[in-house]
Structures are given as C-alpha cells and as structure tokens.
C-alpha cells in the first residue's frame, strides 16, 4: 500500500472509530424501550471501513488494519490501566469516578478483544469471497450479508463471555439479539454512503482488488 493516497487515512479512522467505541461502551444508553451500550453509535462504522478497506484494497490490507486496531487498542488499555493505578494528587477529587468510567475487567478485556477480531475477520473474509463469487456485482449483497455473520458473532461472543453467568439467559439472548439488529441496520441505511466511498476510491486509487490468490490465514502478516 506504499503508493496508496488514501489507504493509511482510511486505517487511521478505522482505529479511531475503535478506541473512541471502547471508551464509550461503558454507558449504557436509552434508546427508546431499549438499552444499548452507546458504542453502538460509533462502533458499525467499523464495519463499514473494513468493507470498504476489503473490496477495494482486499484482505491482505483489511487484515493488516485490524491488526494494527488490537495492536492500538491494546496500547490504549495498558496506558489507561498504568493511569488508574498511579497514586492520584491530594486535591484531585475524582479518582473513584475516574476509575468508575475508564476502568475494566479481565473478563470484560476478553470479551471485547476475543469478539472483534472474530467478528472482523469473517466480516473481510467473507466479503473478500463473495466478491471472487459474484464477480465483482451486487455490492450491497455482500456488505449486508458479511455484516449479518460478522456482527452477529461480534455480539454473540461479547455478550456471552461478558455477562453469561450475570444475567439470565433470556436476558443475554434478548441483548445478543437487539444489539445485532441494530447494527445491521445501521449496515443498511449505511449502504449508499459504502458504494458512493468504494466508487470514489477505486476511482482515485485506481485499484480494485479481487484475492483469488490471497492466503485467508488471519495471522498471515
């Protein structure tokens, strides 16, 4: 991506899009009868870069921006943590609310960590595919539908290894349920704004890569 005018702006928002959803995630919002953690304002755009990094750059440079966002948001949790444990200045009143709203659990971590990179890899991957499958045609099919797998195991994992054992089951499942709709949705009225960026870009770029050689293996750097 060394000769790409746009590539690095667009893995730059990417990752900000990650960490800010981190941050925010810990309100818990109303959104009508429903409760939602407020990331989920912020956080589907993830998945709309990630498809537009996959059907214009392709997997290769999609696998290397989600990387390079657990790498950061890892460099993000350590500096908060480090933040939180030293000692606060005597007239700094608000260490208890600091820890409060930036603090987090291993569990939590996990959770967080374990369902995106799931959940954005078979989102790229499957775009990347159906792109080899369809020839390059019906876009909205395949952001649509890599997002209903992708998002809906981001959701299923994180709501399970976050809270399964602290709300019944039926709760767990209604969360699961509500937030992958959410997004999905968000995927949807979103699309017009995806074809109008892939467009550009493939323009600008003059690219337009299609992985029938590309190896899918995640770890592959």
Request: positive net charge; glycine residues 8%; charged residues 10%.
């Amino acid at each position: 991506m060394s000769n790409s005018k746009f590539y690095q702006l667009i893995s730059a928002l990417f990752v900000t899009c990650l960490i800010i959803s981190n941050i925010i995630a810990v309100k818990i919002g109303a959104f009508g009868s429903y409760f939602l953690p407020v990331a989920v304002i912020l956080f589907p755009i993830t998945y709309i870069i990630g498809d537009i990094l996959t059907e214009v750059y392709g997997y290769a440079a999609a696998r290397r921006a989600i990387w390079t966002g657990f790498a950061c948001n890892l460099l993000a949790v350590v500096a908060i943590y480090i933040s939180i444990k030293i000692p606060s200045a005597p007239f700094f009143a608000n260490q208890t609310a600091f820890e409060q709203i930036l603090g987090f659990t291993p569990r939590l971590l996990v959770a967080s960590f374990s369902a995106y990179l799931v959940g954005q890899f078979v989102n790229s991957m499957l775009l990347s595919k159906m792109k080899i499958k369809t020839q390059g045609k019906h876009l909205w099919a395949r952001t649509i539908g890599s997002t209903v797998v992708g998002e809906g195991l981001d959701s299923l994992i994180f709501i399970s290894l976050a809270f399964w054992g602290v709300m019944p089951v039926g709760v767990l499942g209604g969360l699961i349920l509500t937030q992958w709709i959410f997004k999905v949705l968000f995927e949807t009225v979103s699309t017009p704004f995806t074809y109008y960026f892939v467009s550009l870009l493939k323009k600008k770029e003059g690219v337009d890569v299609y992985d029938t050689e590309t190896k899918f293996n995640p770890l592959a750097l």
